[in-house]
DNA sequence: CCATTTTTTGGAATCGCTTCCATACGCGGG
DNA sequence: CCCGCGTATGGAAGCGATTCCAAAAAATGG
């Protein structure tokens, strides 16, 4: 029908300058007489005003949206629950301050190109989803002011970012000790995808409080997966192949403890009598699948919130040293995870200063 | 460090003026020398241009952006497999025609706000997801002008809306259809969401296919769902206390189906010999939980991907007459459904003109 | 060598809104 | 009667691009 009214016929309509409409519409009232005020809101009321966010944007500098960015490696968002619950919370925080997301999926392979579809006026900020080793994303970052927030993965902090992430290595050291004063010593694990910070982060964690607790660390037991039920099964069958077992194995994550456990029980393994096997996430997809499975619990959406809180801050107030928040897992135990057969007693852990972890 | 370069640096930088490298920058190399070409290509270069799109959005009057907007009431994101495939089609599509992606998803009660938050010029078009019966998203798209295409609900053709959607009417008359080949006489069915417009369309459809084979429709068999593994729980509760049992229940989703044979087995029914059932949509997500369920297949990252392709050409075209798309389900035959007892010869389809399917 | 094309290039308006700053007016005090 | 100040309002310069149209430069032809 009729073109989108603008500023200017609000303002002829209401009988003044585009200044005073401008002023008014923006919640400035009290700049002026309330007649006047009366007037100019009844004019946009009447014509059906909408601001054109663009041109607002344009001229105040300031957009509004922030970009929800993946990362090129994860092909596609679905494949990945965790991505929703995090966006989830992203979106339930920017509602309440009007911001607005723009999702961001670059799958193009130049460099150059991948650049411009993120940092080009459109975003205030941008939170990076769970940026893989190596992955580009990270090293665009130099060369940009955008205020960013990495959440699903805790780089070291030499990359300077703001992170919001589970604390993977405490909640794994948590699970770790608590499986081993079960009474086991003799302890496998799967690990999670190689290019993830993560799995690195709860590797070190798992192998540390072996350490700790004087427990040897067998390498043969250490399996690799990569976050997927199938790399379970493959670590079930590598592992079951060898002469001498563990009596528990921890898992990186859900996925590949639920596939871990599948193959297990089809070559004849009986989980947990067995064989005791951990988790970690409390994936809610695998849940009805092992629904016994002693794992990690973490508030993924709480991630999102928190991150798109603290990306919000940053934009209001220019300010952009990098922070970071780790949130703690807490540890869900069910009926996976037998206590170790014979041994009751064993050693305490190594008197370093690894005492009591919160 | 220095601020962002801009296009009257670049023009500086190049020697040349501003239109010039506009035009050059925007590929138009033909219009100008070689040498000039390549001086304020390599001038872009050097200083690191990026084209702020939010200027050159004002500019056009274009934003290669689509809004994917969610219904007010659903509440998370992450509750929605459907969402995430579709989703993840439309990113898909964009991603190569060099659009993107704007998530809407407006918890705001006031209609106006709902309105401004959607149609303020940061979008050419919008994708609707599911809109359930009596969404404000249908009220106002009669106010705008923007192009819209709605996924995932089909709705009546008297709403005026371009729609890609899976053919919820056309699937479920094949499933049905086929149960009574199996020789099943005696069909229970648990609704979907009454909110849904895909619900009434699977019941409908159910009834149809009944009637026109001249079986009889229970209405003490019909239960209300709600596309959820809960209210499938329910409705076996509901169904199993009755006296008189049907031979098989369909389910208007893979998720009630799912809770039905979860309680049935509970209850000591077994799930197929004691009761057939058969589901809908082929859900990835309860695909582990009953590996066996027979159910329709159809494709949402399809229907994702046609439905950006269609609000692309429209936006392109200025074109937006209404279409509609309907993809086809397919039959995926499993264990959960064996054919009826007793019966192996029934009667025929109602001679009409309903012959044979697709 | 000049008029006429054709090829290159640039001036300036525009998109719709924000915001700095100037102007106009009314009023009490010196 | 004039100065200065507070209150209301508007002018105009951006924001960073695009694009219409005209001007300048080079090429063509008679």
């Known amino acids: 029908m009729k073109q989108k009214p603008t500023l200017r016929d609000v303002a002829q309509y209401a009988g003044c300058s585009i200044t005073t409409t401008s002023n008014i519409l923006q919640g400035r009232h009290n700049l002026y007489r309330a007649e006047t005020v009366e007037r100019v809101l009844s004019a946009a009321q009447v014509l059906g005003y909408r601001a054109n966010h663009i041109a607002r944007s344009l001229a105040k500098q300031r957009t509004a949206t922030i970009g929800f960015v993946l990362d090129p490696n994860h092909a596609r968002l679905t494949h990945n629950d965790y991505a929703q619950h995090v966006l989830d919370g992203v979106l339930a925080y920017l509602e309440q301050c009007d911001y607005d997301v723009r999702l961001i999926s670059p799958r193009s392979s130049s460099l150059e190109r991948l650049w411009s579809r993120i940092d080009n006026g459109t975003i205030d900020g941008a939170i990076l989803l769970a940026p893989v080793i190596g992955s580009p994303l990270l090293e665009w970052h130099r060369h940009s002011r955008l205020p960013v927030v990495v959440v699903g993965s805790t780089l070291p902090e030499s990359y300077g970012f703001t992170t919001v992430d589970i604390d993977n290595e405490s909640a794994m050291a948590t699970l770790t000790e608590w499986v081993i004063q079960q009474g086991h010593r003799a302890i496998g694990f799967i690990k999670g995808h190689p290019l993830h910070w993560s799995a690195q982060q ?36 590598q592992l079951l192949r060898q002469s001498s077992l563990p009596s528990v194995v921890i898992c990186s994550d859900d996925g590949s403890a639920a596939g871990f456990i599948q193959r297990c029980t089809e070559l004849g393994v009986r989980i947990p009598e067995d064989l005791s096997v951990a988790g970690f996430d409390d994936e809610p997809l695998v849940q009805p699948l092992v629904p016994y499975l002693t794992t990690i619990r973490h508030d993924k959406y709480q991630v999102g919130y928190l991150a798109a809180q603290l990306l919000h801050q940053q934009i209001e107030s220019g300010d952009t ?37 919160p």
């Open 202 to 237: 709860r590797e070190r964690a798992f192998r540390q409080t072996l350490m700790q607790w004087s427990v040897p660390v067998r390498e043969e037991w250490i399996l690799q997966g990569n976050y997927t039920i199938e790399s379970g099964r493959r670590a079930a069958e």
């Open 321 to 357: 040293l990098p922070q970071r928040l780790l949130l703690p897992g807490t540890l869900i135990v069910r009926r996976s995870v037998l206590p170790a057969p014979a041994l009751t007693h064993f050693a305490p852990p190594q008197s370093t200063e690894g005492g009591s972890r």
